[in-house]
């Protein structure tokens, strides 16, 4: 990449989202009002384009190798307030407004991130 489109990619006004090999860009949700982190997932380009069309967050499931809505099975749905991106257009920030009983992770609970490592094991902060 040259200098003036790295340049541009930084600083422009262009949306230029920079998936990876495998066609994946990381996307890290928060709840917009708390701003505590939910959950991290990928979006391949359907994803980015379903949720851009929907106002709903869509992640790719590698596991799956699918599309998946958020809450389409769990009525966890995440209505998207804003969408961010990183620097150089390699990671999305979403802010969004989760729907149902506000939870995130498959396992229940509000955030995935329900855990700390302290002194060399996992300790649950919820």
């Known amino acids: 990449m040259s200098p003036t489109e790295k340049r541009a990619l930084e600083e422009g006004a262009d949306f230029a989202p920079r998936f990876d090999a495998q066609g994946l860009i990381v996307c890290v949700t928060t709840e917009a009002i708390t701003r505590q982190v939910l959950m991290v997932a990928y979006m391949n380009q359907l994803a980015l ?8 967050a ?9 599309l998946w809505r958020k809450g389409e099975s769990s009525g966890q749905i995440q209505r998207v307030l804003s969408l961010s991106v990183d620097c150089d257009q390699d990671a999305l920030l979403l ?18 991130f329900y855990r700390k490592l302290k002194g060399g094991r996992l300790v649950f902060v919820e």
Not at 49 to 56: F, R
Not at 95 to 112: L, N
């Open 49 to 56: 384009d379903k949720t851009l069309e929907t106002g709903e």
């Open 58 to 66: 869509h992640y790719w499931s590698r596991s799956r190798q699918s």
């Open 95 to 112: 802010e969004v407004e989760p729907q149902g009983d506000g939870g995130a992770c498959h396992t229940g609970r509000k955030s995935c």
